[in-house]
C-alpha cells in the first residue's frame, strides 16, 4: 500500500517557468489537499479537493492551479515561478469529511526557485 | 473556522525527560484532535487521536487527554528519547458535512530536541 506518493522530491527552477507536482494516492481517498511548508510559517493550505471535479481555494492560492479529473490523482501547478513560492510542498489525504479521520501526508517536494 | 495555539518552541530536554507540549484549540462543532509528528526530511505522520471528550489517545508513548472544558489536547510522554526529536503539530477537526467545506489549518509546530 504506497498510500500518497508525490513526485519529484526535489526540484529547481528559474523564475518565471513553469512546472506540476505530482500526487497521487491508492487509498480511495475522497479529499486531497496541497500544503507548503515554510520556516517560522508553519503549514499553510493551497487548494483543496473534496471529490473528483471539485476544488477550492485555501489559504494561499495564488500563484498555483489545481484540478481533479480522477480520485487517485491532484496535480499542483506552478503557473510561473517565483522565488517567493521556495518551499516544501505537501500532499495529504483523507478519506471523507468525517472528523473521526486523520490525515496521510505525502514526502514532499522541495522546490528552489532562482 | 478551526485555530489551535500550541506551546512556542524549541523544546529542548535530556533523554528520559518527562515531556509536556501545550496544545489548545478553537472549532466549529465537536471536534476530533490530532498529533501529528514530522521527523527531519519527512511528511507529516498521525501519532494519535481522540473523537470525543475524555478520549485518551496513545501510540509509542505519548500520551493525550482530549479536555473539553478546558479545550485542551496536551501531549504527553514519561520518558523521552533521542529518537523522538521532530516537529509536532495539533490539529482539530471538526465534522464539517453540516458546516460546508473544510478547511484544515496547522500551526506552526512544536519543535522538540532531546540530547543524550
Known amino acids: 500500500n504506497a498510500g500518497v506518493t508525490q513526485t519529484p522530491k526535489f526540484q529547481v527552477l528559474k523564475t518565471g517557468q513553469s512546472m506540476t507536482l505530482q500526487c497521487a494516492q491508492d487509498?480511495?481517498?475522497?479529499?486531497m489537499s496541497w500544503y507548503r511548508q515554510d520556516p517560522g510559517m508553519g503549514l499553510r493550505l493551497i487548494h483543496y479537493?473534496?471529490?473528483?471535479?471539485?476544488?477550492d481555494q485555501g489559504e494561499v492560492p495564488n500563484g498555483y492551479n489545481v484540478s481533479r479529473s480522477t480520485t487517485e490523482d491532484f496535480p499542483l501547478r506552478l503557473l510561473s515561478a517565483a522565488p517567493s513560492q521556495t518551499s516544501v510542498y505537501f500532499c495529504?489525504?483523507?478519506?471523507?469529511?468525517?472528523?473521526?479521520?486523520?490525515?496521510?501526508f505525502g514526502s514532499g517536494t522541495r522546490l528552489t526557485v532562482v | 473556522g478551526n485555530s489551535v495555539t500550541q506551546m512556542e518552541g524549541p523544546v529542548t530536554l535530556s533523554e528520559e525527560a518527562f515531556l509536556t507540549i501545550n496544545c489548545t484549540y478553537t472549532a466549529t462543532g465537536y471536534p476530533s484532535l490530532f498529533w501529528y509528528v514530522q521527523y527531519p526530511g519527512e511528511g507529516l505522520q498521525l501519532l494519535l487521536k481522540?473523537?470525543?471528550?475524555?478520549d485518551k489517545g496513545s501510540n509509542k508513548g505519548f500520551e493525550a487527554i482530549y479536555r473539553k472544558e478546558t479545550t485542551s489536547f496536551h501531549l504527553e510522554k514519561g520518558s523521552v528519547q533521542v529518537s523522538d526529536s521532530a516537529v509536532y503539530f495539533c490539529?482539530?477537526?471538526?465534522?464539517?458535512?453540516?458546516?460546508?467545506?473544510?478547511?484544515?489549518?496547522f500551526g506552526t509546530g512544536t519543535r522538540l530536541t532531546i540530547i543524550p
Open positions: 481522540a473523537t470525543k471528550a475524555d
Open positions: 487509498m480511495n481517498h475522497e479529499y
Open positions: 479537493s473534496v471529490g473528483a471535479g471539485i476544488t
Open positions: 495529504a489525504s483523507t478519506p471523507d469529511r468525517g472528523a473521526n479521520y486523520g490525515y496521510t
Open positions: 490539529a482539530p477537526r471538526a465534522d464539517i458535512s453540516n458546516f460546508g467545506n473544510e478547511k484544515l489549518t
